[in-house]
Nanobody, 114 residues
């Protein structure tokens, strides 16, 4: 059974940092493209970042470029999102996804507030 389980969401002050994790089970991250997508309260889904695990190429939305880093630990089949310089606009539920097969996690909540 394929599962993606996110963790690491928390309440953080503006300017702070968090690292989100996404643990995969039932499949290996090797050879896939993995994504982070977020949904702020009352808004639609917003793509955040993608990594091509085949060659390590990464992609970022303009809103997070230069502040965040997507990475993987293939040995642990875990995807990460290092979020630095957090802003109030970053508050959302964050999902990891493997879109080719349509696998999504249930999300982890990030709240940015002083």
């Amino acid at each position: 059974q394929v599962q993606l389980v996110e963790s690491g969401g928390a309440l953080v002050q503006p300017g702070g940092s968090l690292r989100l994790s996404c643990a995969a089970s039932g499949f290996t991250l090797s050879g896939t493209w993995m994504h982070w997508v977020r949904q702020a309260s009352g808004k639609g889904l917003e793509w955040v970042s993608t990594i091509n695990i085949n060659d390590g190429t990464t992609y970022y939305a303009d809103s997070v470029k230069g502040r965040w880093i997507i990475s993987t630990d293939n040995a642990k089949d875990t995807l990460y999102l290092q979020m630095n310089s957090l802003k109030s606009d970053d508050a959302a539920v964050y999902y990891c996804a493997e879109l080719f097969s349509g696998h999504w996690g249930k999300g982890t909540l990030v709240t940015v507030s002083s």
